[in-house]
Structure formats: C-alpha cells, structure tokens
Nanobody, 125 residues
C-alpha cells in the first residue's frame, strides 16, 4: 500500500518562507514524477509544481514561478517544496501526488495515482 505524507505546513507572515516535505511509505518515489497541488477555501484544487523522476526537470504554475522551488532527495525518499515570498493568496491545503504517467500533462489530476492527505499553509499577519 502506497501512502504519501506531507509535512511542514503552518502559519507564516506575508513575505516569509516554508518548506513542505512529501515522503512515501510502501513504495520508493525514485521512478516517478511527483507533483504538488493546492486547494484554497471555496476553490478547485490547482497544480503548483512538478519534478520528474530524476530531478532534472521541473515545471511550475505561473502563480508560483520564481517564488517556489521543488526538489527531491532520493536517499530520503522525499520531495520538497520550498516556498519563498509567500503571499496571503498562497493560503491553501497543499497536497503531493505521485504521477503514474510519463510525460503527458503536469496539471491533469487523472495522471496522478496516489495522493497525500494534505498540509495546511496559512499566510497571514
């Protein structure tokens, strides 16, 4: 049974930083691309970032590009999302997900098979 677990969320002031982690039990993440999504209150879940299996390629939504960085550590079986210059509109539950399909669309949720339970990020003064 594959389980993804996110951690690292919390309350941060505007302009601050957080680093989210996504770890997997039951399966190594090494051979899969991993994405981060978020869902703000009253809104649909949206794509945030994707990293390919080797870490050599990344993709970001326009709203977080140049502020967020996705990375992975194979030895720790963990994918990270470093979030800098946080804004109140970044407030959301953040989810990581394993992408089963090679290539395809970064933002198509149907191309992801396992999801974590989410971690809350709140940006507020």
């Amino acid at each position: 049974q594959v389980q993804l677990v996110e951690s690292g969320g919390g309350l941060v002031e505007p302009g601050g930083s957080l680093r989210l982690s996504c770890t997997s039990s039951g399966s190594k993440l090494d051979y899969y691309a991993v994405g981060w999504f978020r869902q703000a209150p009253g809104k649909s879940r949206e794509f945030v970032a994707l990293i390919n299996w080797s870490g050599s390629q990344t993709n970001y939504s326009d709203s977080v590009k140049d502020r967020f960085t996705i990375s992975r550590d194979g030895a720790k079986n963990t994918v990270y999302l470093k979030m800098d210059s946080l804004k109140p509109e970044d407030t959301a539950v953040y989810y990581c997900a394993r992408k089963w399909r090679t290539g395809g669309s970064s933002s198509d949720e149907d191309e992801y098979d396992y999801w974590g339970q989410g971690t809350q990020v709140t940006v507020s003064s």
